[in-house]
């Protein structure tokens, strides 16, 4: 079985290049579940209701999130029964939202998608390994298709996770930094893995933002508004093909689409 797993969708441009280009994707790689980070869809900062609608209707089956799906505070009561947004699920018990979901393909096969947040430069919330661990082990039994979304920033934490987690789950997918790396790889124990799967939007940008405005906020350290930037959109994915009895992947496939200059 094939999975496609979009990197973090930024801002309208982002939206406006997944509602173009996922169809064809799928079509194109036959793929049985597309699943995106959408932390920073609206806006560039955060999601809303309308917005995961809008991205679940292009296609999209489970998005994932980060440190930014609490920014639109409106989200807060969808995140508690949409059953396919996540939120990352090493945060505390008692926070709204769930960390994994299983998703049903049309062929029947049932898929695990996890969503973890690292804590190196991050907030120190609870330990995305033995969180991940716990989760892990309740979604094998349902399923032994299992995909992790590590949203952190440290290369090196990581890279820790796929090895942590290799043989265990079938794809561990880095995002959070907006810059993809070119480390795609299986795993020995048979888990595909990426560094960064990195970002879907404007890549005429610091990682999405209006150039200008990162610069100005380098320079003087005084906070100004970040405002999504608009040129030069590029879709960035990865498409793993996935053993679906044994859960292991066979291959990782990095895609970097220009879709507007």
């Known amino acids: 079985m094939k999975l496609l797993f979009v990197g973090d969708i930024y801002g309208r441009p982002g939206r406006r290049a997944v509602s173009r280009l996922l169809p064809s994707l799928v079509a194109r790689y036959n793929v049985d579940i597309s699943i995106a980070n959408g932390e920073n869809a ?50 505390p018990p008692g926070v709204a939202g769930r960390g994994a979901a299983v998703f049903q393909t049309p062929s029947g096969v049932p898929v695990g998608v996890l969503n973890l947040q690292g804590r190196t430069y991050m ?7 033995r969180v991940g661990e716990k989760e892990i082990a309740r979604l094998k039994e349902k399923t032994n298709v299992i995909v992790v979304d590590f949203h952190a920033e440290a290369t090196s934490e990581k890279i820790a996770m796929g090895w942590y987690l290799d043989g265990k789950v079938s794809a561990v ?16 124990g048979g888990s595909a893995y990426i560094t960064d799967v990195g970002m879907t939007g404007p890549h005429d940008s610091v990682i999405g933002v209006r150039k200008q405005a990162a610069i100005d906020r380098f320079l003087t350290q005084i906070p100004t508004k970040f405002e999504s930037a608009k040129r030069d959109v590029k879709l960035c994915a990865v498409v793993v093909d996935v053993d679906e009895e044994s859960g292991k992947a066979r291959n990782i496939q990095r895609l970097r689409i220009d879709f507007e200059k």
Do not use: M
């Not at 807060?76 to 945060?91: F, K, Q, S, T």
């Not at 907030?123 to 390994?129: K, L, Q, S, V």
């Not at 997918?173 to 790396?181: E, N, Y």
């Open 123 to 129: 907030r120190e919330i609870d330990c995305p390994f």
């Open 173 to 188: 997918i880095g995002t959070h930094t907006h810059v993809q790396t070119c480390d795609e790889t299986i795993l020995p």
């Open 42 to 91: 609206a806006g560039g900062s955060g999601i809303t209701e309308k917005v995961a609608e809008e991205l679940f209707s292009c296609g999209v089956n489970v998005l994932t999130s980060g440190n930014h799906i609490w920014d639109k505070k409106e989200v807060l009561p969808y995140l508690e029964r949409a059953e396919y947004l996540l939120r990352p699920a090493n945060y």
